[in-house]
């Protein structure tokens, strides 16, 4: 694998990913109406979840920069001491992160550390499932917030994912979240949409796959109209940055772009509680430093402004974001200037109601667990707090009985 | 039909209706020594480019040219076999091989080495399964692809070692991570010019020592690796899974019972297709399929009368399959492409209406308009192949019967056509 995308590996592992009964059935006029007269109630939490495709290098993300052993075991790829971002004594972020650095220090910003699940996998596409399905023992075809769409009362704008293809993530087994490509969707109109409206309806014959193929043009459907008139609003103003796009603001990347998206949604009200969007290309076997210094770079600088829009709605205290990546690297360099596939990593959860500061342990460089970072924190625990603490739903219809817990909002 | 080919030309399914179950079940499977209409493809001229010349020199521009202009006359070449094959389950076997090796130009970079495996692939498509093994282990864009060529006796690189057991020969969990290493030792010694597609075993860098690969010690090659994971109980079952899921049911698990399993004990491939033509589960309605992007694509153009290579353009074609997610010769990755649900966005939805649309601009409706009107909407099911329409896709091709275009556009993304029963 050259370069590990969303894309990429949504063709690999949705191949596997069942979704289940078509949803009933709802008019265009209805929905219509329904974005008009029930946008998302004020105060309802809504989760942001980035992925990171790849594998992103945690130890250059969350830096140990005044361990030796990080410069000892990775002297092509360390970063000097005074170039890095402090944010404690012992942890800095990467230089790219200035935007992300500026949100720690508002305190919005909570670090889990060492963050996998047991017995990693260094596949890119068995470790993505596993984050993705919320199930590193077994595979299943649900994904952990299909799962909770399972639970809630059925809405096609309830989990939206920006991009063609659906993640597992979202993918439910009665139901599961829709599809947005960037720029909206181009519809049919006048009678072809009518006509094309009935191709939609579910019939008792249906199979599975037919169903879901009607439904597939339903969801069309039902977010084109009501989703296309708010692309077409413009943004909304981000009051902290330069109006006229400045370096630092990032708006001509996909991440940014996305976010874009989903700032202006949210802005509108859209009754969607999840959206998903990503970035990939953190495989860096190689000449790592200026690549993932890039990335970093577009996370940080598509936050703040992501996090600007949002101030200038009325709903900067309900959104939270959550982001991370299938595993971290190795510790040591490859030789050729990168990293290979390792461990754990670190997770970020961002927002206001946030209780910014660090949780979980940090992994030791001189313990290492079977010559990878140890993992300190499973993934489980951070979703299970996502699940209770911003979607205000039970833990156990989502990941089963699991006790761990981060305490990072107020 | 639909399943061991991509679907009819216009009266095909109706003939087939004619002649019932058993008679076309023998003239799918009956491969015609001369495919007369596949024969009419003309051979693209795909050439040894040589080697890439230097960044900025002035022979760059022209030579990066004829590597995109070769790859591009190498997939219409593929597609046009599909669409214009008199006889599909060649092509069919090819594609499911092609999936199956999941190969891609976006790394091995030039249009022949995918040439070459396209033929070796050809060849043995419906031969047997140990020689389509060896002939693997010896194909060049294969080695390339999974860094053979840097796979050496002091580094040794598992890429192509673990895909060989788990996505090629044996399926996941039936080998542990010290066979990875040890098939990686066996398969060391290959190198390869991508551009000429050349591939060459070089002693120097093979590891002659002792090998133990799944509790077996001896000296291995790749072709002796390849004779001896293929010659396992674990490949019968994997190629019948393998086909299960891909002509079946990518949803139901394949029952014990799946005759190709026993069919597979020679490796015989024909064998084990004419045995899944024949087994109760192909009759079972809950085994039905989508079509993936190339195949809707093609089954459109069979019904349409359209040689895709003629579309204007073919680079707008291309850019439709890559909306849809599916170009041959780029599957995303080693693992091949996904099937069912993973077809059903409502962003591919979309996409398949605009590309439908574009189709239909440059296709021969006649096969169409020639059935009467009273009887248009329900006898349209055998113009594309479909059992029959739901009540709902009648609604809607009852209203556009005064539009042919709209009346095509709304068949062919019905759930019927894009599901395959």
Known sequence: MDTVTRRKFLKLTSGAVAVGAAAPLLSIDQIAEAAINRPLPANTPILVVITLYGGNDGLNTVIPFTDPIYFSSRPDISYKPEAVLPISAELALNPAMKGLKALWDQKKVAIIRGVGYPDSDHSHFSSMAKWQTASPAKHISTGWLGRWVDTQSDDPMLAISLGSVLPPMLAGAKRSGSALPLGGLVIPKGDLATQCAKLSRPVAKDSKLMAAAATSMRNLFNLSTTVQPVLKSPAPVAPELPTTNGGNAGGDSNLAQQLDVVAKLIAAGSPTKVWSVSLGGFDTHANEANAQAELLGVVSDSLSRFMGQLKATTRSNDVTIMIYSEFGRRVAGNGSQGTDHGTSGPMFVIGNAVKGGFYGEQPSLKNLYKGDLAVTTDFRDVYATMIEKVLSSPVEPTLGKWAGRVSCFN | ?421
């Open chain 2, 1 to 421: 039909m639909q399943r061991f080919g991509f679907g009819p030309r216009p009266g095909e399914y109706a003939q087939a209706l004619k002649d019932g179950v058993e008679a076309t079940r023998a003239k799918v499977l009956a491969v015609p020594t001369v495919d007369a209409g596949a024969n009419t493809v003309v051979m693209p001229e795909i050439t040894d480019l040589g080697k890439r010349p230097a960044a900025n020199s002035k022979e760059i521009v022209p030579y990066a040219i004829a590597v995109r202009f070769q790859i591009q006359q190498l997939v219409m070449w593929w597609l046009d076999r599909m669409a214009l094959s008199d006889h599909g389950l060649t092509e069919r076997m090819t594609w499911f091989w092609h999936g199956h090796w999941a190969t891609s130009v976006d790394k091995v970079n030039f249009a022949l080495p995918m040439l070459n495996q396209n033929k070796t692939l050809r060849t043995y498509c419906l031969g047997n399964f140990k020689d389509m093994s060896r002939a693997m282990i010896n194909d060049s864009a294969l080695q390339f692809w999974l860094d053979g060529q840097d796979s050496t006796l002091t580094a040794p690189n598992e890429n192509l070692g673990r895909e060989l057991m788990e996505l090629f020969v044996l399926g996941v969990d039936r080998f542990t991570e010290d066979d990875v290493k040890a098939a990686a030792r066996a398969l060391t010694g290959y190198q390869v010019v991508n551009y000429s597609g050349t591939l060459t075993f070089n002693p120097k860098r093979h590891d002659p020592t002792l090998i133990t690969i799944l509790g077996k010690t001896q000296t291995f090659t790749g072709e002796t690796l390849s004779d001896f994971l293929v010659a396992r109980d674990d490949n019968a079952t994997f190629i019948a899974e393998r086909l299960w899921y891909r002509f079946m049911s990518s949803t139901e698990t394949m029952p014990s019972s799946f005759a190709p399993k026993s069919a597979l004990a020679t490796r015989d491939i024909s064998a084990a297709v004419k045995a899944m033509a024949s087994d109760p589960a192909i009759r079972d309605e809950k085994n039905d399929l989508v079509k993936s992007p190339v195949e809707w694509f093609i089954a459109a153009c069979r019904a349409l009368k359209i040689t895709p290579s003629a579309l204007k353009t073919p680079a707008q074609l291309i850019n439709y399959l890559n909306q849809m997610g599916q170009v041959p010769f780029s599957p995303p990755n080693v693992g091949g492409w996904p099937a069912g649900e993973a077809w059903l966005s409502s962003a591919t939805a979309q996409y398949r209406i605009s590309f439908a649309t574009w189709l239909i601009k440059q296709g021969d409706l006649s096969a169409l308009t020639a059935i009467p009107v009273e009887s248009r909407v329900l006898k349209s099911a055998d113009w594309l192949g479909v059992a029959e329409w739901s009540p709902r896709t009648q609604a809607a091709l009852r209203n556009s019967l005064a539009d042919p275009a709209q009346f095509a556009l709304l068949a062919l993304c019905s759930p019927e056509f894009i599901v395959s029963a």
